[in-house]
């Protein structure tokens, strides 16, 4: 299976899913106009992947800004690897946050609220 | 008389703009004159009518009233021969106008009396009205108080009786007007308290024709999108009829290779016969027959180009169509995009009308900033206020997207807490009330109007909403909050007032109530509610979120300066921080200094508080404007719409006093009042009668009633009524 990836736009995140180490990576700012659009190519590449996941499994989620219809296209990717969960798969999720951002940490812990997912909050400091 | 002055200039222009319309190519007042004349001894009644009011009219627009006044004369007289009533009503009332115009009263008020006789006599209530406020507006001009005031109070009689709300709220007006000169100023302010409520109930229906527009821009708007849709589809089509045509041309250049090749054979050919010049007849057969044969094969390949040629000539007309049909099809986009954008601008002045006048805010919170920047046309983020006496409950809210889609939500957001507010004030039947329940029970209203289940597939639109409860009198804030919090700085710190981590909308499928906080105020305190667009804007160095600790330690830089200063700043900053960067979202920050309000001073004579009327009525313009009527005295009221309802509630609650009306359906008041003292012979019941009706009064009288006041209500009298029959 090929790898995904997706270079960051003005208005897209970068999107770096590697199927063979099982690292999962979304970084930068998520408001496309279209949402649905853009989130189209990670759905279909993880339905195929929770075929046949690597081991062990690592999301990254490093956001900056996202909009509400990010938000739930953020879930839904969260959703999906539930089903990892369900077949004895490692994963883990790394929610990463600007140590002065208390907002995506709460909005990172209202996320772990809603899905069944091992979470870990990783702060990085502001330069 | 600024108010008459600018009732007729209305009514000029509009029979300017009548005239216009109806004005053939010649104007010329001399040529209509002479017309005239020929008419008249042509004994054309008709069109010499008709010329007459039309001279007239042209000299009205050239300032001369009085040929007007002439001319409209005779126009009068040769309708009269014609038996045209309307006409002579018109023509009245248009002089009646341009003698007001003159200050010559006495013949403007002839006039108008003239028109109110025709109406008269054929019964044309909306016209007697208005020649009757028209006659009114005359002797204020006249000075004549008095008078004016007794054909306004026939005017509202028949007002009241049409229902017509516009004409009530001129009647009002100007009977404020007069009892302003009259040296009456208490029955001036009611006056205007009427006028103006029933701005307010007319303002108020007005919304509800804007929502149901909006209902329809919706509409509209999925219409608009259907089309596109085609539109994308057709051009899909386009495109692939393209590639086509990029075949065909590749095809064209194998072929022109082929040539290419034969040419090449050719020369090969000729070659060849050199060296077999000196070789046998047979051999030249030969050459002569393989030529023949090149020939052959040439002439066929010659043909397959003809024809391909033709084929591509065929392709780049039907590109060439193609093309133009791409540009008829942009032409329809720009279009529709331009009626989109027209519709959007419409629903933005609906959006503005709904949001709270800046001078209700104004008038509970004197120092006080609204901070609104919409990042479309129209906005998600809405701001919200509504008072009842020491009570002020203001939010802010944050909808589920921005635009369109956002606007739709704040609509029901704010039509949703107008309701459950007014639900837990009006009438008091309930006391306190807190932020946390309002929350509740709007996250019921977004939940069940949205149809929201916890399907993980069904939508999960909500909003965002901080609101607080003021309570000037014991000095104290509640507040609750759906993901937004709100600050408060006192003495130059600032302490962040959190809010609920869940939405206004379904969440986990959980209903946990929504956390009320209580702070004790002091005076100076400032509170600011927002939504998140504000510290969520990207941009500064390095394109990043501003954060809200940054957007706290600039409201501290800030807060000792005036609230409208620290609006100025605010924007400034933004603007600052988003330099080049698209607006994101909605933008929203309200300010407000907490500082002693001014409690509208009731009097001390009439205060009812723990008393409570029963009113049967069922005209809600009626009930509305005893409700204001009472609206001081803090009674309670309870209302029932027909007579069997007012008999059912008596026999389950008690009352000290009940208004009752008297015509009303299922069961009118006289039937009412006898069935009342069939159980309860103490209950002051006082009716109210139409306008001095005799029999009406004999009747409620013999039924049980113990007083009556007639209608319209004089304020003063109607108090002291039901003072004395609470036995105060």
């Given at each position: 299976m090929e790898p995904l990836v997706i270079p960051e736009g003005q208005n897209t995140p970068a999107i770096h899913f590697d199927p063979e180490s099982g690292k999962l990576e979304i970084i930068g700012n998520s408001i496309p106009e279209d949402v649905a659009g853009f989130y189209q190519r990670v759905f279909e590449w993880l339905s195929q992947y929770i075929e046949k996941p690597a081991p062990n499994n690592e999301l990254h989620i490093y956001l900056n800004y996202f909009n509400s219809a990010s938000a739930k296209a953020i879930l839904d990717i969260l959703n999906y690897l539930e089903a990892l969960v369900d077949r004895n798969v490692n994963i883990q999720v790394f929610w990463h946050y600007q140590d002065l951002d208390e907002d995506m940490f709460s909005t990172g812990k209202e996320f772990q609220s809603l899905v069944n997912l091992p979470f870990q909050f990783v702060q990085h400091v502001s330069e | 008389?600024?108010?008459?002055?600018?009732?007729?200039?209305?009514?000029?222009?509009?029979?300017?703009?009548?005239?216009?319309?109806?004005?053939?190519?010649?104007?010329?007042?001399?040529?209509?004159?002479?017309?005239?004349?020929?008419?008249?001894?042509?004994?054309?009644?008709?069109?010499?009518?008709?010329?007459?009011?039309?001279?007239?009219?042209?000299?009205?627009?050239?300032?001369?009233?009085?040929?007007?006044?002439?001319?409209?004369?005779?126009?009068?007289?040769?309708?009269?021969?014609?038996?045209?009533?309307?006409?002579?009503?018109?023509?009245?009332?248009?002089?009646?106008?341009?003698?007001?115009?003159?200050?010559?009263?006495?013949?403007?008020?002839?006039?108008?009396?003239?028109?109110?006789?025709?109406?008269?006599?054929?019964?044309?209530?909306?016209?007697?009205?208005?020649?009757?406020?028209?006659?009114?507006?005359?002797?204020?001009?006249?000075?004549?108080?008095?008078?004016?005031?007794?054909?306004?109070?026939?005017?509202?009689?028949?007002?009241?009786?049409?229902?017509?709300?516009?004409?009530?709220?001129?009647?009002?007006?100007?009977?404020?007007?007069?009892?302003?000169?009259?040296?009456?100023?208490?029955?001036?302010?009611?006056?205007?308290?009427?006028?103006?409520?029933?701005?307010?109930?007319?303002?108020?229906?007005?919304?509800?024709?804007?929502?149901?527009?909006?209902?329809?821009?919706?509409?509209?708007?999925?219409?608009?999108?259907?089309?596109?849709?085609?539109?994308?589809?057709?051009?899909?089509?386009?495109?692939?009829?393209?590639?086509?045509?990029?075949?065909?041309?590749?095809?064209?250049?194998?072929?022109?290779?082929?040539?290419?090749?034969?040419?090449?054979?050719?020369?090969?050919?000729?070659?060849?016969?050199?060296?077999?010049?000196?070789?046998?007849?047979?051999?030249?057969?030969?050459?002569?027959?393989?030529?023949?044969?090149?020939?052959?094969?040439?002439?066929?390949?010659?043909?397959?180009?003809?024809?391909?040629?033709?084929?591509?000539?065929?392709?780049?007309?039907?590109?060439?169509?193609?093309?133009?049909?791409?540009?008829?099809?942009?032409?329809?986009?720009?279009?529709?995009?331009?009626?989109?954008?027209?519709?959007?601008?419409?629903?933005?002045?609906?959006?503005?009308?709904?949001?709270?006048?800046r001078y209700v805010f104004e008038k509970i919170f004197p120092q006080h900033f609204i901070l609104f920047k919409p990042r479309d046309i129209v906005s998600g983020d809405f701001y919200w206020i509504s008072s009842k006496d020491n009570i002020s409950v203001i939010a802010v809210a944050d909808c589920t997207g921005h635009g369109v889609p956002g606007a739709f939500m704040s609509m029901l957001g704010i039509a949703f807490l107008n309701e459950i507010v007014s639900k837990m004030t009006i009438n008091r039947h309930i006391v306190t009330f807190h932020a946390s329940d309002i929350l509740n029970e709007l996250r019921n209203y977004v939940i069940q109007s949205l149809h929201q289940t916890g399907r993980p597939t069904e939508s999960k639109d909500g909003m965002d909403i901080a609101l607080c409860v003021i309570d000037f009198e014991n000095k104290t804030m509640e507040f609750a909050g759906a993901h937004n919090p709100a600050y408060l700085i006192r003495n130059g710190e600032l302490q962040v007032i959190e809010a609920d981590r869940m939405p206004i909308g379904i969440y986990k499928s959980e209903n946990k109530s929504f956390t009320n906080r209580e702070i004790k105020l002091e005076y100076n305190d400032q509170i600011y509610l927002f939504s998140d667009g504000f510290y969520d804007q990207i941009g500064g160095p390095k394109r990043m979120k501003m954060l809200s600790v940054n957007f706290r330690k600039y409201l501290l830089d800030i807060c000792n300066l005036p609230m409208s200063e620290q609006q100025k700043l605010l924007e400034e900053y933004f603007e600052s921080w988003r330099g080049d960067n698209e607006q994101l979202d909605d933008v929203l920050v309200l300010g407000i200094k907490y500082t002693q309000h001014i409690i509208p001073s009731a009097s001390t004579e009439y205060q009812w508080s723990g008393k409570n009327i029963l009113i049967a009525e069922d005209v809600d313009i009626n009930y509305f404007l005893l409700v204001e009527a009472l609206k001081k005295t803090n009674a309670n009221i309870v209302r029932a719409l027909n007579g069997k309802e007012a008999v059912e509630l008596c026999k389950k609650q008690h009352f000290d006093l009940i208004l009752m009306d008297i015509r009303m359906p299922e069961m009118d008041g006289i039937e009412a009042t006898k069935e009342i003292r069939k159980f309860n012979p103490v209950i002051p019941i006082v009716a109210q009668t139409a306008f001095g009706d005799e029999n009406d009064i004999q009747r409620i009288l013999a039924a049980g009633c113990n007083a009556h006041i007639s209608k319209p209500i004089n304020l003063k009298n109607f108090l002291s009524v039901i003072k004395k029959h609470l036995n105060l």
């Open positions: - | 008389m600024k108010l008459a002055i600018i009732k007729l200039k209305l009514f000029i222009t509009l029979l300017l703009m009548f005239e216009l319309l109806t004005a053939q190519s010649s104007n010329d007042i001399a040529e209509l004159e002479t017309m005239c004349v020929k008419y008249e001894q042509a004994g054309n009644q008709i069109e010499l009518a008709k010329t007459q009011t039309k001279l007239g009219f042209l000299y009205r627009d050239k300032g001369n009233y009085r040929q007007a006044i002439e001319w409209f004369k005779k126009a009068i007289t040769t309708n009269e021969k014609l038996g045209n009533y309307n006409a002579i009503k018109v023509l009245n009332t248009n002089i009646g106008y341009l003698q007001s115009e003159m200050n010559n009263y006495d013949e403007a008020i002839e006039s108008f009396k003239q028109s109110l006789k025709l109406n008269e006599k054929y019964n044309k209530k909306p016209d007697i009205v208005q020649d009757l406020i028209n006659i009114a507006l005359a002797q204020q001009g006249k000075q004549n108080y008095n008078e004016s005031n007794n054909n306004l109070s026939r005017a509202l009689s028949l007002a009241q009786e049409l229902n017509d709300l516009k004409a009530l709220k001129t009647i009002y007006g100007m009977l404020s007007e007069n009892s302003e000169k009259l040296g009456r100023p208490d029955k001036a302010k009611e006056y205007f308290e009427l006028a103006s409520s029933l701005r307010n109930m007319m303002q108020k229906e007005e919304l509800k024709r804007y929502e149901d527009l909006t209902k329809k821009a919706e509409a509209e708007v999925n219409a608009k999108e259907a089309e596109k849709r085609v539109l994308s589809e057709e051009l899909d089509r386009v495109n692939t009829e393209k590639e086509l045509t990029l075949k065909l041309l590749e095809q064209e250049k194998e072929l022109r290779d082929l040539r290419e090749k034969e040419f090449q054979a050719k020369e090969r050919i000729q070659k060849a016969h050199q060296q077999v010049t000196n070789i046998i007849l047979a051999s030249l057969v030969f050459i002569i027959l393989l030529i023949s044969l090149f020939l052959f094969v040439i002439f066929k390949q010659l043909r397959k180009i003809k024809i391909a040629n033709a084929m591509l000539s065929e392709s780049h007309r039907q590109v060439a169509e193609q093309k133009q049909e791409i540009e008829k099809q942009h032409a329809i986009v720009t279009e529709q995009k331009k009626k989109l954008t027209d519709s959007i601008m419409y629903a933005q002045r609906i959006q503005n009308a709904v949001l709270p006048p």
